[in-house]
């Protein structure tokens, strides 16, 4: 199992151009998840899903856009890049919600 | 709404010393899930960690052990002996019944520096 991966690894936008970050996973798991981590603030939640045709937003949502197809990929769309917007993008599995989540390795996103 | 505090934003030991990170958090749910997880250098976040809200026993697993207490809301997390290897970030996290560990509330993260 390849686990949760996530590409690209590093991604140089800038302000206003759109791109996917695109996330997979192979473990057949329903939850998947979008996080954002900055310096001094933790992960906060980007959006999420509890399964395919079915996704909610975080903490964070505004600026970001998902849909969750198929059970497997859950990309997370940056719709006009703005600066802010500069961070580490972490996304996330699990099978349910009693369990833990498995976190792709990171997409490190710079807007200039 | 949830919310988890980690007070401590950074300590550095000498290796071999005890450390403990502090965990405190709000919720207003009965049913709920504290985890910890750790954060390296390389950047990856691995799981350390998970608990219900309905199990207060205490863990240990090898020199890492935990101690939730929901009378002080806190799920404190202690490194016995510390070692080089143990430098990263740890955060701990909180969730919410029915909507579970896809919505995960971090705290800000305490980063721990081990030195030889």
């Known amino acids: 199992n390849a686990g949760v991966t996530q590409t690209p690894k590093f991604q140089v936008l800038k302000t206003g151009q759109s791109m996917t970050l695109q996330c997979a996973q192979d473990?057949?798991?329903?939850?998947m998840s979008w996080y954002r981590q900055d310096p001094g603030m933790g992960l906060r939640l980007i959006h999420y899903s509890v399964g395919a045709g079915i996704t909610d937003q975080g903490e964070v949502p505004n600026g970001y856009n998902v849909s969750r197809s198929t059970t497997e990929d859950f990309p997370l769309r940056l719709l006009s890049a703005a600066p802010s917007q500069t961070s580490v993008y972490f996304c996330?599995?699990?099978?349910?919600?009693?369990?833990?989540?498995?976190f792709g390795p990171g997409t490190r996103l710079t807007v200039t | 709404a949830q919310k988890v505090t980690q007070a401590q934003t950074e300590i550095s030991v000498v290796e071999k010393e005890d450390v403990t990170l502090d965990c405190v958090y709000e919720?207003?749910?009965?049913?709920?899930?504290l985890f910890w997880y750790k954060q390296p250098p390389s950047g990856e976040l691995v799981f350390l960690i998970r608990?219900?809200?309905?199990?207060?026993q205490n863990e240990i697993s090898g020199r890492y052990s935990w101690n939730f207490q929901k009378s002080t809301s806190s799920f404190n997390f202690t490194i016995t002996a510390s070692q080089v290897v143990d430098s990263a970030v740890y955060f701990c996290a909180l969730s919410e019944a029915p909507g579970g560990s896809e919505k995960l509330v971090f705290g800000k993260g305490m980063k721990l520096t081990v030195n030889p």
């Open positions: 473990m057949n798991h329903e939850y």
């Open positions: 919720t207003r749910d009965t049913t709920y899930y």
């Open positions: 608990r219900n809200s309905f199990d207060e």
């Open positions: 996330a599995s699990s099978p349910n919600g009693a369990y833990e989540q498995y």
